[in-house]
């Protein structure tokens, strides 16, 4: 299945962050099919820090998805942001310490504890086995879910120092080595790659460096050219 990327600078206002949700999806000319009338949204709260630290999904961006489902799909779309808990974090803390208690009353959206939803049995067949797993039933019942990865400042321990950035397929997490290896294009799409070629069932990587570096390489080199073909027009 082919895979497509926006990538879409923020001036990081609330605002600006909403247009540019606005203009990433419509670059990649983001379709569903049939009627989209339940929405769930994942954010990435892994614990109680805040969003400008770099470790958790901002509010904001959750904020500006629900504007766009419902400018998409209409007003009476019903949104859930969810989320489950963690060994060192509770859902229903980190809703309120991080902003989005106070976001979904703004925006009249529905907060979800994944961890106390009713849960169904699943299997799935990767690589000539057979998986079985429970999913939430929330996830099961919704027309549309959106899962909102995060970029984190720092790499996980054991890491080596020497690496700009990783990706955690367990929590779907880009990591880069500091604050100024986050504005480095290059790495950002190499991992992104990562993300794009992990198996969401079992969680199995299927790609190499060689190719994440040139889906990075071949990514900028199109971004380059559309640049200069319209500063010609």
């Known amino acids: ?19 540019s949700i606005s203009r990433a999806l419509s670059l990649i000319k983001f379709e569903t099919t049939g009627k989209v009338k339940s929405v769930v949204i994942k954010p990435n709260l892994c614990y109680y820090w ?21 400018e998409r799909y209409g007003s009476d779309a019903r ?18 310490m991080l902003g989005y208690r106070r976001m979904a009353r703004e925006k009249s959206v529905e907060l979800l ?14 690589n000539g086995r057979t998986l079985k797993f429970d999913v939430p039933e929330s996830l099961l019942k919704a027309d549309l879910f959106i899962n909102v990865p995060k970029l984190k400042i720092g790499l996980p321990k054991g890491r080596k120092r020497n690496t700009y950035g990783c990706y955690t397929p ?27 070629r992990t198996h969401s069932v079992d969680k199995q990587h299927k790609g190499t460096e060689k190719n994440a570096n040139k889906f990075a390489t071949e990514f900028l080199q199109a971004y380059e050219s559309a640049k200069r073909m319209q500063s010609m027009s």
């Not at 805040?50 to 419902?70: A, E, F, N, Y």
């Not at 949104?79 to 309120?96: G, L, P, Q």
């Open 113 to 126: 504890n994944l961890s106390e939803d009713s849960v169904v049995g699943k299997e799935a067949e990767v």
């Open 170 to 196: 367990r929590n779907s997490t880009i990591s880069v080595l500091n604050s100024d290896t986050i504005g480095n294009p290059f790495v950002i799409l190499h991992e992104f790659y990562h993300h794009l």
């Open 79 to 96: 949104i859930s942001v969810a989320e489950a808990d963690a060994t060192a974090m509770r859902t229903k803390h980190a809703f309120s």
């Open 50 to 70: 805040d969003s400008t630290t770099g470790q958790t999904t901002d509010p904001r961006v959750v904020s500006g998805l629900v504007d766009w489902i419902r």
């Open 1 to 19: 299945m082919d895979n497509t990327v926006g990538l879409v600078h923020t001036d990081n206002t609330t605002e600006g962050i909403r247009e």
